[in-house]
């Protein structure tokens, strides 16, 4: 039985070590407990591993140079707004590890923000840079764009868990914002703190029909809103963020 259980041992934590890969987790790292065919097995089986992760690394960075060349792409095409993804990324970061989030879901919020106006690609450019007032007809064809932001993104697995912030950053805590009226923590945590930090640089930084509020007009700005636009539970923690 001893020596069964010597030899079985070994093989069953790689057994389970094989497993834990199946479902995902590549930091498994099996120790060696012989000097035997059994410790060369374990070795390639940890350096397979080590190998896989790297392989997966350079997959998502090459995932996210693509997005940040779509963002990118879509700043090229609105003028008005260039420099804002790259603020609203560096933003969302601090404020979504403030209010609680951390883990794999940060990078999805990363993720998330960079392509939070990636449905605005499918706007007519007519209507993304007119340079004045949206007519009732113009400013329901531009609300559209959070639900291309889903027809293009929810096919693509890797993308799906950061649907979140294009699909839901434009409602409104009180039901009345736009694509769907979701209201109060129907709307996930997520496009909540990313509604704030979107509105936030909308309001500080310079647009080419109004200059950039002062800080404390933009905080007043935002407090305004809180109950009705804006989550009252994570408002006034994102506001003792920014200022």
Request: aromatic fraction near 6%; charged fraction near 30%; charge should be negative.
């Amino acid at each position: 039985i001893n020596l069964s259980l010597l030899i079985t041992y070994p093989i069953m934590r790689l057994v389970e070590a094989s497993k834990k890969v199946r479902n995902g987790d590549l930091n498994v790292k099996v120790e060696p407990m012989s000097q035997d065919e059994l410790a060369l097995l374990t070795e390639n089986f940890n350096e397979m591993i080590v190998s896989i992760r790297d392989s997966k690394k350079k997959i998502l960075d090459s995932y996210d140079s693509t997005l940040e060349g779509w963002s990118k792409a879509l700043e090229y095409r609105n003028e008005e707004t260039k420099g804002h993804t790259d603020r609203v990324v560096h933003l969302m970061m601090k404020s979504a590890e403030k209010l609680g989030i951390d883990g794999t879901q940060l990078e999805h919020v990363r993720r998330g923000a960079l392509l939070h106006d990636i449905g605005k690609m499918a706007i007519p450019d007519v209507i993304l840079n007119k340079p004045h007032s949206l007519s009732i007809e113009e400013q329901e064809i531009m609300k559209m764009h959070p639900v291309y932001a889903c027809e293009m993104l929810k096919e693509i697995d890797y993308l799906r868990p950061a649907l979140t912030i294009p699909y839901c950053h434009h409602e409104h805590w009180d039901g009345s914002g736009y694509p769907r009226g979701l209201k109060g923590e129907d709307i996930p945590l997520e496009a909540r703190i990313f509604a704030l930090v979107d509105a936030w640089d909308a309001i500080t930084t310079d647009r080419p029909y109004r200059g950039a509020m002062a800080k404390l007009d933009a905080v007043q700005t935002i407090r305004n809103e809180i109950g009705s636009h804006f989550d009252p539970g994570i408002a006034e923690r994102f506001l003792d963020l920014v200022i």
